[in-house]
């Protein structure tokens, strides 16, 4: 009985650790642990650029980002800060692309 509460107990412990792995891992809509990390700290640095810029009005601006892809969305005054926020998140360093959807009242 003792062998069988143990292989039982082993079997529950390789089930726990697999759920684990799984977890981390990415799927094609989900990103693993790691990269999420790293989308938030491009966002945050994408938004910080924005901010210092007196050009764009981060307040106006949401920032997501996923797979090191940066989306811009929300409203902008003039078609120069549409253009400079996408100049910005692009020379953030680890963004691969931009989607710019920033609309101009």
């Not at 094609?28 to 989308?39: N, V």
Request: glycine share 6%; charged share 20%; net charge positive.
């Amino acid at each position: 009985m003792t062998t069988f509460s143990t292989i039982a107990r082993s079997a529950v412990v390789v089930m726990m650790l697999g759920g684990a792995v799984a977890a981390c891992s990415s799927t094609s809509t989900r990103e693993s642990t790691g990269e999420y990390i790293d989308s938030a700290a491009i966002t945050t640095k994408v938004k910080a650029e924005l901010i210092k810029d007196p050009v764009t009005k981060a307040g106006q601006i949401s920032v997501e980002t996923f797979r090191d892809v940066v989306q811009l969305s929300g409203f902008v005054d003039t078609a120069q800060a549409k253009t400079r926020a996408e100049q910005i998140a692009r020379n953030v360093q680890g963004v691969r692309s931009v989607r710019n959807d920033l609309v101009v009242k």
